[in-house]
């Protein structure tokens, strides 16, 4: 059973688009959810972080959106940047189980070139 | 601050032979997780210490698997003995204060490939 799915699995863009990131879950009771970003042979890196309360987040040129009832959160990067390239993941913290636990999608391979 | 370090980088072993993984979290974080990926799936969670207690092991996959936090400060996770599906990158990541408000750090992972 897949808790989490990232669509789509890869995308690769020209440099200076603007460009959406999909995760879909199927907890109802997520207390946050988080999108991570790692680069090759590094870890993970938090990017924004939503609490179940709150709709979006912005950092920069990332944008994060959550809209619970339909377990669905996007992940907005405005004008992309090669050194944008990396896996991006999406994780959430459920209500249901310890806090320490994040359930992981299998992520986005994205590629922006010059 | 130095970061969530994790040795070693790469470990390849055969089938059948011992593993251990270190993490050093960051300093003063009671937190402490670790993490897997095997190839082609997503991350999992393995368990998660508080200083030195495991506050949850729900994710260990069995009985060959042992994680320690030996005084609250760095962790080891024993694969005794190795399969050749424990092949994956494991993850450790360490925090200060309730992950749900954010700050996980992350370590670069082990690689551990076995054959």
């Known amino acids: 059973k897949q808790e989490v799915t990232q669509i789509p699995a890869a995308l690769s863009v020209p440099e200076g688009e603007n460009l959406v990131l999909n995760c879909s879950f199927t907890d109802s009771a997520i207390y946050n959810l988080q999108w991570f970003r790692q680069d090759p042979g590094k870890g993970l890196t938090s990017l924004l972080l939503i609490q179940s309360s709150q709709r979006e987040q912005t950092s920069g040129r990332l944008n994060a959106s959550l809209d619970k009832s339909s377990g669905r959160s996007t992940l907005y990067i405005a004008a992309s940047q090669p050194g944008d390239s990396a896996t991006y993941l999406c994780a959430f913290s459920s209500r249901g189980t310890s806090y320490g636990k994040l359930t992981f999608g299998q992520g986005t391979i994205l590629t922006v070139h010059p | 601050e130095a970061g969530v370090t994790q040795f070693p980088s790469h470990s390849v072993i055969e089938k059948g032979q011992t593993v251990t993984l270190r993490c050093d979290p960051i300093s003063g974080h009671d937190n402490l997780y670790w993490y897997r990926r095997v190839m082609g799936k997503e991350i999992k969670f393995l368990l998660h210490?508080?200083?030195?207690?495991?506050?949850?092991e729900s994710g260990m996959p069995n009985n060959r698997f042992l994680a320690e936090r030996t005084g609250g400060t760095y962790s080891t996770l024993k694969v005794q003995p190795a399969e050749l599906e424990d092949s994956g990158v494991y993850f450790c990541a360490s925090s200060h204060r309730d992950p749900r408000l954010g700050g996980y750090t992350f370590g670069s992972g082990t690689r551990l490939t076995v054959v």
């Open positions: 210490f508080v200083k030195e207690s495991k506050q949850d």
